[in-house]
């Protein structure tokens, strides 16, 4: 096994999204945090898949 590494940075481009507690859209960015899934080896070298993905505010909540 290579001890070399593949990185892969993925942003999510989202402008919308639903919330899972109203089911209502909103398009207000609350925040976003990096996400790391498992890493995988793809032809013997190691793979690490850093997600950003975005957090929306519910327009249904009070501020």
């Known amino acids: 096994m290579s001890h070399e590494a593949i990185r892969i940075d993925v942003c999510s481009t989202a402008d919308r999204a639903a ?3 109203c089911a209502s ?7 976003s945090y990096l996400r790391f899934p ?3 080896p793809s032809g013997g ?3 690490v898949l850093q997600l950003r993905v975005r ?6 909540s009070t501020p």
Do not use: K, N, Q, W
Not at 25 to 31: A, G, K, Q
Not at 55 to 60: A, N, W
């Open 45 to 47: 070298r190691l793979v």
């Open 19 to 21: 919330s899972p507690d």
């Open 25 to 31: 859209e909103s398009t207000r960015v609350h925040s």
């Open 55 to 60: 957090r929306f505010f519910c327009p249904g």
């Open 38 to 40: 498992a890493d995988v």
